[in-house]
C-alpha cells in the first residue's frame, strides 16, 4: 500500500474502466481518491475556444481535438487540487494505467530524492534517454530526459511543479503531454524513473479516449508534420538548460 495523496483521472462515462479504477485506488491505499475528469462532449464550442491561444514555439501544427482539450483540463484540475490542499506533493494517474511490481520501488526513489518544483514522470516506455542521471538504485534510474517523451500515466507533481504549471496554462496551444516536453515554455523541472513498474491498458479498455476520427487527407498531413514537429522540439530540448 502506498501512503501518499494520490489522484486517478476517470471519465464516469468510461465505465469500462471502473474495475481498473477501484484496482487502483486498492493498490494506492486509503490517500487516494478518483478525480472526476473534464468531459469534452459536455463542452460547448465556445467553452473550448476560451482554453486555447498562445503562440508557443515550436508552433504545434495541428488543431486540438475536444478530447485533447478536455484531458489538459483533467491535469489542470488534479494541479488545483494539490494547490487548493496545500498538498506538498501528489501522485497523479490516469484510469488505464496499471502499476507493477516495479512501481513501489521507483516511487521510493522518486521521494527520497523529490524537492519542490519537480515533476517525476513515470514513463510506460523506456524511451527516453538521460541528460543527467540524479539517482539510482539498483536498475532503476532516476534523471533529466534529453526530450521528454509523450505519456501522462503517471506523474509525481509538487505543489512548486503545480504552481507553475497552472501559471502557464490558463490557455494552450497543444495536448498536455507535449506541453509538459516544452521546458522552455513552463520552466517546470520534469525528470523521469527507468523503469518505472507502470504499464497501460486503454486497448483491453477500448482503446484511448484521445483518439477521434479522422479523414485521409487529415491523417497525410499529420503524418508529413508530425516529424518535423517532433525533430524541432528534441533540438529545442537539447539547447534548454
Not at 521510493?108 to 539517482?135: C, N, S, W, Y
Request: net charge positive; glycine share 8%.
Amino acid at each position: 500500500m502506498i501512503d501518499i495523496a494520490s489522484f486517478v483521472i476517470h471519465l464516469d462515462r468510461a465505465e469500462g474502466r471502473l474495475p481498473n479504477v477501484a484496482n487502483l485506488l486498492d493498490r494506492l491505499g486509503p490517500a487516494a481518491e478518483q478525480l472526476q475528469a473534464v468531459d469534452g462532449t459536455q463542452m460547448s464550442a465556445d467553452e473550448i475556444a476560451r482554453h486555447i491561444g498562445g503562440a508557443f514555439l515550436p508552433r504545434y501544427p495541428f488543431p486540438l481535438r475536444r478530447a485533447e482539450v478536455a484531458t489538459f483540463l483533467s491535469h489542470r484540475r488534479s494541479w488545483q487540487r494539490i494547490v487548493d490542499r496545500a498538498l506538498p506533493m501528489a501522485l497523479v494517474i490516469e484510469d488505464d494505467a496499471t502499476l507493477g511490481p516495479g512501481f513501489e520501488p521507483a516511487l521510493a526513489l522518486a521521494l527520497r530524492h523529490v524537492t519542490d518544483g519537480m515533476l517525476i514522470r513515470f514513463p510506460v516506455k523506456r524511451r527516453e534517454r538521460f541528460r543527467q542521471i540524479l539517482a539510482k538504485d539498483g536498475g532503476i534510474r532516476l534523471g533529466r530526459p534529453r526530450t521528454v517523451a509523450l505519456g501522462m500515466q503517471t506523474q509525481l507533481v509538487t505543489q512548486g511543479a503545480a504552481r507553475q504549471l497552472l501559471a502557464m496554462t490558463d490557455r494552450f496551444d497543444r495536448p498536455v503531454d507535449t506541453f509538459l516536453q516544452a521546458r522552455w515554455i513552463h520552466h517546470t523541472d520534469v525528470l523521469s524513473v527507468l523503469p518505472s513498474g507502470v504499464g497501460e491498458m486503454s486497448g483491453r479498455l477500448g482503446g484511448s479516449l484521445i483518439g477521434e476520427k479522422v479523414g485521409l487527407l487529415d491523417r497525410l498531413r499529420r503524418e508529413l508534420r508530425r516529424p518535423v514537429f517532433r525533430l524541432a522540439t528534441a533540438i529545442r530540448s537539447r539547447t534548454c538548460p
